[in-house]
């Protein structure tokens, strides 16, 4: 879509004028009728009725954004009373830094203190606004008020953390990373309790893959990406990187997620034989001969599973120049030069460029259309710059099946998006490492909320769990 100057203008005057500074406790009749209009997505019905008209957004004023509540559930963000903010600073078009260091609302817990540095330590809230629908319903932990203070420390060496959580220094622990010893050593400790948590945990911290750039050779081959896929011993990446904590998966949709690989496709398999048949049914049948620049993202076991893969894919006779980014680097690959338009993939920035890498995905929200609208359609940030695996049918699929109310539809464009892409081999779906509780057995009731896990950081929602009926 595009815009007149005139229009953007008027954009921003509502965004400043309107928007920002409404008084929503005694509104103007112009801004009452605002957002009382039945063409709002969240209409005013009275001063304690909001109701959500589905429909009005990207998808089309008609068609209704499926996965809605699946946002709302996600901890990304949160309304907060606009009277709070003003008392307490503003926003002047600016952030806040009052709400850095302070909660707002009436939830189970208060900010005690809090140092960017050492940590933050949060206390049970007396005016917990849910305690007595929490005791109407002891069945319902989501209600429950907190049952204990939690102080929380920022630490950043893993060896000491193990020792704090084998000695019982700390009840639970948030590792970054931690690799098949550190987690043999802690299922080894009485002091510790170490479980392996469903997939969807694993796929909501991250599931990887390797891109392999369509608009540039030898990528731009459908057998030669054939035959890297099949020239990788996954088993070996599992069984070394991951001392065998890790799924195989068969994307865009990552394991756990509803309509994830519907079909069973298997996941590509390493067969050195059938590699080297798609080898010579491509451009090089002999291999291809100029080395082409690999990123990986130098986090944890990374690192050495790039080694794997460069030692792999040199049976193909495919040499790779291993070149290590950051996570910010990655985003930077990502992105598209707003002046030319040309990816930074494409560029010599950060060592490049990189027609070949590492990438992975982290959720927004828990449902297959985040990870589609990223990893499948052709201006998703994990696909444009990327893959660059341009489908018509798959993007209009993919914006159809992120609104289509109807299971056996949704199942079908979902099926199909997947093997479209399996077909194509538009990108070596690796593995997707299991994600693991880690606490004291003493700690009652470990709630984890799987969109508390995304990378660099996993984390778990704590307290104990309610009476049971």
């Keep these: 879509a595009s815009s007149t100057s005139d229009e953007v203008n008027a954009s921003v005057a509502t965004l400043t004028t309107e928007l920002n500074t409404f008084d929503f406790r005694t509104p103007t009749a112009p801004q009452l009728a605002a957002m009382q209009d039945p063409w709002q997505s969240f209409q005013v019905i009275d001063d304690k009725t909001i109701q959500l008209n589905m429909g009005y957004g990207y998808l089309g004023d008609t068609v209704a954004y499926t996965y809605i509540l699946a946002t709302l559930a996600a901890p990304i963000?949160?309304?907060?009373?606009?009277?709070?903010?003003?008392?307490?600073?503003?926003?002047?078009?600016?952030?806040?830094?009052w709400t850095s260091t302070n909660l707002l609302g009436t939830g189970p817990y208060k900010l005690a203190s809090y140092n960017p540095s050492t940590g933050f330590v949060l206390q049970k809230d007396p005016n917990y606004w849910g305690a007595a629908a929490a005791a109407a319903e002891p069945w319902n932990n989501?209600?429950?008020?907190?049952?204990?203070?939690?102080?929380?420390?920022?630490?950043?060496?893993?060896?000491?953390?193990?020792?704090?959580l084998k000695t019982g220094a700390v009840a639970g622990a948030s590792f970054a990373y931690a690799g098949p010893s550190t987690?043999?050593?802690?299922?080894?400790?009485?002091?510790?309790?170490?479980?392996?948590?469903?997939?969807?945990y694993s796929s909501t911290a991250g599931a990887w893959w390797i891109y392999m750039n369509q608009n540039h050779e030898p990528f731009n081959n459908q057998s030669f990406r054939a035959a890297v896929a099949h020239a990788i011993n996954y088993e070996q990446?599992?069984?070394?990187?991951?001392?065998?904590?890790?799924?195989?998966?068969?994307?865009?949709?990552?394991?756990?997620?509803?309509?994830?690989?519907?079909?069973?496709?298997?996941?590509?398999?390493?067969?050195?034989?059938?590699?080297?048949?798609?080898?010579?049914?491509?451009?090089?049948?002999?291999?291809?001969?100029?080395?082409?620049?690999?990123?990986?993202?130098?986090?944890?076991?990374?690192?050495?599973v790039s080694l794997i893969i460069?030692?792999?894919?040199?049976?193909?006779?495919?040499?790779?120049?291993?070149?290590?980014?950051?996570?910010?680097?990655?985003?930077?690959?990502?992105?598209?030069?707003?002046?030319?338009?040309?990816?930074?993939?494409?560029?010599?920035?950060?060592?490049?460029?990189?027609?070949?890498?590492?990438?992975?995905?982290?959720?927004?929200?828990?449902?297959?259309?985040?990870?589609?609208?990223?990893?499948?359609?052709?201006?998703?940030?994990?696909?444009?710059?990327?893959?660059?695996?341009?489908?018509?049918?798959?993007?209009?699929?993919?914006?159809?099946?992120?609104?289509e109310s109807n299971p056996a539809v949704a199942r079908q464009l979902y099926r199909d998006i997947t093997r479209t892409m399996y077909d194509n081999y538009t990108n070596v779906w690796l593995l997707s490492p299991n994600q693991f509780s880690v606490s004291s057995p003493l700690l009652l009731g470990v709630i984890p909320n799987p969109m508390g896990s995304a990378l660099p950081f996993t984390m778990s929602f704590n307290t104990e769990y309610a009476l049971k009926p």
């Design 310 to 403: 460069k030692s792999n894919l040199a049976q193909i006779n495919l040499t790779l120049d291993l070149v290590p980014i950051t996570l910010d680097n990655l985003y930077q690959e990502q992105a598209r030069d707003s002046t030319t338009g040309v990816c930074t993939t494409e560029t010599t920035a950060n060592g490049g460029p990189f027609y070949m890498g590492q990438e992975f995905y982290t959720s927004d929200y828990i449902s297959p259309d985040d990870w589609t609208q990223n990893n499948a359609i052709s201006d998703g940030s994990a696909n444009d710059c990327m893959s660059a695996f341009n489908d018509p049918n798959v993007d209009a699929w993919v914006l159809q099946a992120a609104g």
């Design 77 to 97: 963000a949160a309304g907060v009373d606009p009277f709070v903010i003003a008392a307490n600073g503003g926003t002047n078009d600016s952030t806040n830094d």
């Design 183 to 200: 987690v043999n050593d802690l299922k080894n400790s009485a002091c510790v309790s170490v479980t392996k948590l469903s997939e969807v």
């Design 142 to 164: 989501i209600l429950q008020p907190a049952k204990s203070d939690i102080q929380t420390n920022f630490q950043g060496d893993p060896a000491k953390t193990t020792t704090d």
């Design 237 to 304: 990446i599992n069984a070394t990187a991951f001392g065998g904590n890790s799924v195989r998966w068969v994307g865009p949709v990552p394991p756990g997620y509803p309509y994830y690989n519907t079909d069973s496709l298997p996941a590509y398999s390493y067969n050195l034989t059938l590699a080297r048949q798609f080898l010579l049914n491509s451009p090089w049948p002999t291999g291809y001969l100029i080395p082409v620049k690999y990123a990986y993202i130098n986090l944890g076991d990374w690192a050495e």
